[in-house]
């Protein structure tokens, strides 16, 4: 059988083989080795050069956690330079912020919008409520109810006041995701973002109450309740609580007018669980739904 | 050229030994179903998250990987190790070398897949897209990997039959590959590579696993049966080789086309376009052997099933290969990645075109390792009729969803995200009953197969002389 042309087949043969290497080492293996992708330094939102800082324990954990519910098969995790990304997401990921990541968590689909930069954008209470109910936070949600990272309550129902070890190490994971850039939500120095020219407010018609209903019950209701009244399903896991509508009182100002609630939509509660509102509702949908908080006053 | 006659070699000895291609094809059998039951059951959720209860087994994720390792190691590797222990002692002319070892592979292979997939369940994923069996159970996988190639190795080196056919390259090329790709995307990759390399990487692996894998055992089927089914010869061996040595060449280097537009470096990127791209040259090549070894033979597509799975294939192969390529630019990733338009072209290449082809074989061999004729042409009409369908209304929907996602969320202004899920939900509806038309039809399939070998008609003279394998 040791005839030339079988060695010669059996050469062949090696070059198809080494085609594969050819490419892992072209494509893949030179810039692994190279391109210093593995360094820990990003550009942080300023522009500086800064350490990215390691996981810790209870992070480790979570990431653990992440990996073993397959949660990114759902949730992508890197902005791109391109499309509504930036708009919705935050700034572009960099290498260095993946430094850590053994494996690497990207995802390749969004049946769920992308955490690259999800750290800082809620307070854990959030997340803790959103985490047991999705549904109650966002009507229409289609992410499973993660119960069983909660205490049981004593009707069995999962008590989001007391996530388990492995609970808080999940949410750890997802508070410390993009948040290498430094606080880039809130920058120093600057004016807190937001418009800047003070809106003026529509005449509220029961049309626009209508579908401000239709918001405030998709969008509103997990924390602020049905009622309004500040008791929805994850409002338990909050500090502070959420807004209680029906007394008609607003922390800033007291007494506050519609185009400070249109702020407060805009750019959300700093330290609280309320966040910006800017990119997800648009403006006529603002106005809609404050119309409709309007009527909880009794 | 060479001539492989199974009928001058049979009267000499049997050289498949066909317990174990039917006890593997069995086996495949039932992933099949299951598999697709996980897909089901997972599709379900997207409309109903609440289905199923609170089950941490049963929560979408893990169902969503069990699903997708159940149908491509599950299904299709069990089926791809059983047609490779029939189509290689009947292209070299010999038995396999070491009976006993293709026992212990098709054995430890059943039990090891099945702790993996098991192990999912429980929530023990690696979090390897495409490779989510922990690495407890990497480690036997890589071995059984390398056990099966040897051996393939040693009985081609031993072989009667001097010409090596188109297939058999595929094979060698196809297990020697992943071996190779298994141990470098599970034990390495996720261990040793940070990050930003670990993800290049990480595509360089999933993409090899569908086309240094699933490609080259899908084209080795065709290329085997597709002469042997239509008894003309291959149309054109020199453009078989193109085919084989394009494959070789641009496939490794796609890899990068999953994470376009992300940290990994630009140039690798468009390096993965642009082979993406060149790949249309080993598909079309392949695709014109179809047709030009078809020419005379279309009449079978009315009575042959295997000749209609066959061609459909093909059909959804033209089809993968215009839209893998288009999709890989980056104007178009734009759009559609990250929405359900990548699903469907994922199941488009696996079930459309890859699993049908396994159908051919199994529906041509089956008589053969049996016994006995196909029990129910009624059942084979029902399974090719209710994959068709289901398929069609499968990937149009996601194709629909893709786009209409891809195009709120990039193309508008102020969509929030969950509109976006709210929009689509519909056609997540239409795709689970899709998905549900082609699991019947699947059922249908391993029933009719059940049937046949407990209780098909006889195989005759007749049907003998019908269906010599003849490769010319």
Sequence with gaps: ?298 | MAVVSEKAISQKEEVVDKKLVRMSLYYAFVWLLVGMLGGVLTSIKFNYPDFLGYIPWLAFGRLRVFHLNGVAFGWFTTAAFGMAYYMVPKLTGIKMVWPKVSYVVVYSWAVVSTIGQISLLAGYSQGVEVGEWPVWVDVPVSMIFALITTQIFFTIANRKEKHIYVSLWYLTAGFTWSTINYVLGNLINPYFFAGVDNAAIQGFYLHSVVGLWITPMGTAMLYYFMPVITKNPVYSHKLSMIGFWGLALFYPFTGAHHYLFSPIDTWVQTIAIMSSMMLIMPVWSVITNQVGTMKGKWHMLSSHIEVKFMVLGAVFYVITCFQGPTQALRSMQQIIHFTDWVVGHAHLAIYGVFTMWTWAGIYYIWPKLTGRQIYSQKLSGWHFWLSLVGFAIMALTLWGAGLVQGGMLNLESNVAFIDTVKAISPFWAVRTVGGTLMMLGAACFVYNMYMTAKVGRLVDEDFVSNRQEVLV
């Design chain 1, 1 to 298: 059988m040791s005839n030339v042309t079988t060695s010669f087949k059996g050469a062949m043969l090696g070059a198809g083989v080494g085609l594969y290497f050819f490419a892992f080492f072209v494509g893949y293996a030179y810039p692994a080795f190279f391109s210093k992708h593995d360094v820990p330094k990003v550009k942080d939102y300023k522009g500086n050069i800064v350490a990215v800082r390691g996981y810790t324990e209870q992070e480790k954990l979570g990431k653990a956690i992440y990996i073993r519910e397959n949660c990114w098969i759902c949730h992508s995790q890197f902005v791109r330079p391109i499309g509504g990304d930036e708009k919705r997401y935050g700034p572009v990921s960099q290498a260095g912020e993946y430094a850590y990541d053994f494996p690497h968590t990207f995802g390749t689909r969004r049946i769920g919008p992308d955490l690259a930069r999800e750290g800082g954008k809620r307070t854990d209470g959030w997340q803790y409520g959103h985490l047991a109910n999705p549904q109650a936070m966002t009507q229409g949600s289609i992410m499973p109810k993660f119960v069983w990272y909660f205490e049981k309550k004593e009707d069995g129902e999962a008590d989001i006041t007391r996530p388990t070890e492995e609970g808080k190490a999940l949410i750890s994971y997802i508070q410390r995701l993009g948040t290498s850039i430094g606080d880039w939500r809130n920058p120093e120095g600057e004016k807190a973002a937001g418009s800047t020219v003070a809106a003026s407010a529509p005449t509220f018609t029961p049309q626009m109450v209508k579908e401000g209903k239709v918001v405030f019950e998709g969008n509103c209701a997990g924390c602020h309740g049905l009622a309004g009244n500040g008791q929805g399903p994850a409002a338990a896991a909050l500090n502070p609580k959420p807004r209680n509508f029906t007394e008609g009182k607003f922390k800033y100002p007291v007494n506050a007018k519609d185009s400070d609630l249109f702020k407060t939509l805009e750019i959300g509660v700093k330290g609280s669980a309320m966040p910006a509102w800017k990119d997800s509702l648009s403006e006529a949908q603002r106005w809609a739904v404050i119309s409709y908080v309007r009527t909880f006053k009794k």
